[in-house]
């Protein structure tokens, strides 16, 4: 199997985290603020970053990114200041919820969130339609919790790097944590993603320039 953190070496080597690339990323060091990294999060579901950050930005610029200014928002408020991060009526739904939830179990202050277990955190979050196992992990990896949030580009590159046979979110999860340490989970979980959008990318992997090229093994990729 290829070294791991090998693999990080060279991706850390070859490809920059620029502001812009990663919202929930962006938002924690900006903000450290776990309810707006949960809102960026649900904004970039199954859409850009640039579609996320449009839709951040308008909703900061019309109704604010405050628990209780979005607590008074109506839905419909709320639906019109994300339109730009897609599914915005399931988007709104939850983040009208998350501010309820956090108005209701913690006054109105997010970083309540922070004062439960991983377990309660999970439980109470995942009670929300809208938010799921990955947005959830998302939140955890950037306030400091070892966790690798999958998306469709990690789960791609794992598998063509060899470094998990599983397809499952929590099977695939678990082999990577057990190679890699809980401190450089946060940068795997960015890098893996850069490299999918960068050379590892779906259709026709950009194996040729891929800094990886000599050691992976290139699973599942069909020869060019
Ligand atoms: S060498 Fe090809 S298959 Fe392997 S990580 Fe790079 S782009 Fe993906």
């Not at 897609?86 to 004062?115: H, M, T, V």
Request: hydrophobic letters at 40%.
């Amino acid at each position: 199997m290829v070294a791991i953190l090998e693999i990080i070496r060279r991706l850390e080597g070859s490809l920059s985290i620029g502001k812009g690339e990663f919202i929930a990323y962006d938002v924690a060091r900006e903000t450290g603020d776990p309810f707006k990294i949960l809102v960026a999060t649900i904004l970039s579901q199954n859409t850009s970053e640039a579609n996320a950050y449009r839709a951040y930005d308008e909703l900061k610029s019309r109704i604010g990114l405050e628990v209780h200014s979005i607590y008074r928002a109506s839905l419909s408020e709320l639906e019109e200041s994300i339109r730009k991060a897609g599914l915005w009526k399931s988007k709104a739904r939850a983040i009208k919820e998350l501010a309820n939830l956090i108005i209701e179990r913690f006054n109105g202050e997010p970083n309540g969130l922070l004062k439960l277990t991983v377990d309660e955190l999970r439980d109470m979050l995942l009670s929300i339609p809208g938010i799921g196992v990955k947005t959830i992990d998302v939140l955890l990896v950037n306030i400091g919790y070892g966790v690798i949030p999958l998306d469709t580009h990690i789960l791609r590159v794992s598998r063509r790097l060899g470094l998990t046979e599983a397809r499952r979110y929590d099977d695939v999860q678990r082999d990577l944590h057990k190679l890699i340490p809980p401190k450089l989970r946060l940068k795997a979980h960015l890098l893996l993603i850069k490299l999918g959008r960068t050379y590892c990318k779906a259709r026709k992997p950009l194996c040729s320039v891929c800094v990886l090229n000599d050691i992976c093994p290139k699973i599942g990729v069909e020869k060019e």
